[in-house]
T-cell receptor, first 118, second 110 residues
Framework: DVKVTQSSRYLVKRTGEKVFLECVQD?????MFWYRQDPGLGLRLIYF???????EKGDIPEGYSVSREKKERFSLILESASTNQTSMYLC?????????????????FGPGTRLTVL | KNEVEQSPQNLTAQEGEFITINCSYS?????LHWLQQHPGGGIVSLFM???GKKKHGRLIATINIQEKHSSLHITASHPRDSAVYIC????????????FGTGTRLQVFP
């Protein structure tokens, strides 16, 4: 079974702190994603990566950056946390290599990190 | 208007009831996903379909491409089916990105 793990289930930080959220997948997946989930808004894509050292902005990248130095690990960084970044953060991965052809791959999700910024 | 809309937002049922959750989308898609999220946050992919119907146990997913509509059915519902069910659309132009509905919260009572 594919396993996607996230470094913390719950995290409390103060405004202005730098926050690192880590995601690791163990099935050699090519693509990895970071989402945030807020009540009434559903899941929104922050960033995704289809290869080591590659990244693409999602729908709401402002205030976030990412790092993918190794294939299995995708980190989300909040450079200076703010209260409006309080949310549930979910990481996901898919197997298929990005190609010109449409991919309809299943996304495997981590358990989520509930971040509170005070 | 959201590109992917679900109804109802909340649903309660008695154990054993047949349940239907609907998803309508206004964009072109390459596939429609149904996901399940239990309390605590973890999300599991239930189905991915681009035409017709798929069945897994007591769960059935259908899609009508012409009407841009999909349904998730649960037969003989059970309290362990209580969860948030989310539909999401894969764009034909960038299928790495999913467009999510806001979810349907289902509670099944014994």
């Amino acid at each position: 079974d594919v396993k996607v793990t996230q470094s913390s289930r719950y995290l409390v930080k103060r405004t202005g702190e730098k926050v690192f959220l880590e995601c690791v997948q163990d099935m050699d997946h090519e693509n990895m994603f970071w989402y945030r989930q807020d009540p009434g808004l559903g899941l929104r894509l922050i960033y995704f990566s289809y290869d080591v050292k590659m990244k693409e902005k999602g729908d709401i990248p402002e205030g976030y950056s990412v790092s993918r130095e190794k294939k299995e690990r995708f980190s989300l960084i909040l450079e200076s946390a703010s209260t409006n970044q309080t949310s549930m953060y979910l990481c996901a991965s898919t197997l298929q290599r990005r190609s010109p052809f449409p991919s309809t791959d299943t996304q495997y999700f981590g358990p989520g990190t509930r971040l509170t910024v005070l | 208007k959201n590109e992917v809309e679900q109804s109802p937002q909340n649903l309660t049922a008695q154990e054993g009831e047949f349940i239907t959750i609907n998803c309508s989308y206004s964009v072109g898609i390459s596939a429609l996903h149904w996901l399940q999220q239990h309390p605590g946050g973890g999300i599991v992919s239930l189905f991915m379909l681009s035409s017709g119907k798929k069945k897994h146990g007591r769960l059935i997913a259908t899609i009508n491409i012409q009407e841009k509509h999909s349904s998730l059915h649960i037969t003989a519902s059970h309290p362990r089916d209580s969860a948030v069910y989310i539909c999401a659309a894969s764009s034909p132009f960038n299928t790495d990105k999913l467009i999510f509905g806001t979810g349907t919260r289902l509670q099944v009572f014994p």
